[in-house]
């Protein structure tokens, strides 16, 4: 017996079509993996294996005395901010010192040279604008009804209006609280 709901189609044109980056970004990582892996091998061939060693030991340490100023650092601003009453001040780096730390902390040449990239703080300052023009720009192109227009709805400073009826139930006062039956009454 059927319910009277379309059967999906096996055909490219009833499937949603999939985002660039989903299909892009696994073959990008595998990519960057094997880059990884082999300047890995070409560094050790050329000096010694424990040159490479100290090198990816070297960048677990600095990542993470990285991302420890960058919490301190957000933190500290955070708590200053809440003592004069006002909201958090942007920049300082803060957000693109934590990314910078993490790829430090990833074994591999290329991932370092990003993340000491990051941590420039010239660069730093051109992601973010880059970044916040791109998130700006997808927001602007929301459609209504969609994930990304609950995410604009919450982004905004004043409510939408919408109202949800409902009914606030209280207990009589004059009842029992040990009385079996802690449900509302179903009429009035």
Known sequence: MT???????SSSSGRPRR?????????????????????LTVGAGASSGLVVLLLIVAGVVLGSVVIKRAGRRAFQNLNEALNRGTAPSRGGGNGWMMPGGLLLM????????????????????????????????????????????????????????????GEV?????GRDPSAQDRRPPLTR
């Open 106 to 165: 990833l074994p591999g040449l290329v991932s370092d040279v990003l993340a000491l990239l990051l941590l420039l703080p010239p660069v730093q300052k051109a992601v973010g604008r880059y970044a916040e023009r791109t998130v700006d720009r997808k927001l602007r192109a929301v459609v209504p009804g969609s994930r990304g227009d609950a995410f604009q709805q919450a982004r905004m400073h004043h409510p939408d209006g919408k109202v949800v009826p």
């Open 19 to 39: 985002s660039r980056l989903r299909t892009v970004l696994p073959a990008a990582v595998v990519a960057w993996l094997v880059l990884e892996i082999w300047l």
């Open 169 to 173: 139930v209280r207990p009589d006062p």
């Open 3 to 9: 319910t009277g709901a379309p059967i999906p189609s």
